[in-house]
């Protein structure tokens, strides 16, 4: 049978090359992109508790738009972040009280798996508002519901610094609920899970 986990609430920052030792938990919006020198990187993480032990059917991962400052589409990411960061120390430079392998957690295979599993276009002309659906690469999920990845989260990242195209998107702190960032699951109850449910 299948289940819907859907969740609205969670962690989020972001990263700023240019005050590489500024944390920005506290603001309404996370940014991505660049202003053309410096790289915008936002990082979140939700509870992935309840798909522990289940199958993954799906996962959509959803950003509204608070405000965009682009002249060109480009291209988003997200990659798996390896390590853990703490929400109101993280900055370019560190992820906790430790610093980042490599500033802006771009470190391969130390901060990040810079294998990306999602992508998707990054509008210009985007009103506020708008949603920005992610469909997650499943068999990522599901090394989280299995247990084989840590879940530390992950980062968006535009993966460019040359271009002076950046987005604001809504964060957990946003005043408006609905534009939260958001997170989508389907899975299937399966083995012990569904015998449990059954007996229910």
Not at 73 to 84: A, S
Not at 128 to 152: I, K, R, S
Not at 173 to 200: A, D
């Amino acid at each position: 049978m299948s289940e819907t986990y859907t969740v609205q609430a969670g962690d989020d920052s972001w990263m700023n090359q240019a005050a590489a030792t500024t944390n920005y938990y506290t603001t309404t919006y996370t940014a991505v992109g660049s202003d053309g020198t410096n790289r915008f990187i936002a990082i979140y993480k939700f509870d992935l508790s309840p798909i522990i032990g289940t199958e993954i059917v799906s996962a959509t991962f959803t950003t509204y738009m608070s405000q965009e400052y682009a002249g060109t589409n480009r291209t988003g990411y997200l990659f798996r972040l390896l390590v853990e960061w703490t929400p109101n120390l993280v900055t370019y430079n560190k992820r906790t009280a430790s610093n980042w392998t490599s500033p802006g957690a771009r470190g391969s295979g130390t901060d990040t798996d810079r294998t990306a599993f999602s992508s998707r276009t990054l509008n210009q002309s985007v009103a506020p508002g708008t949603a920005w659906d992610w469909t997650l690469d499943t068999t990522v999920v599901q090394g989280w519901a299995d247990g084989d990845y840590e879940n530390h989260g992950w980062v968006l990242d535009p993966n460019y610094s040359s271009y002076n195209d950046y987005w604001r998107l809504c964060s957990f702190e946003h005043g408006t609920t609905s534009y939260h960032p958001k997170l989508v699951v389907v899975y299937n109850i399966v083995g012990s899970q569904l015998q449990t449910v059954i007996m229910s």
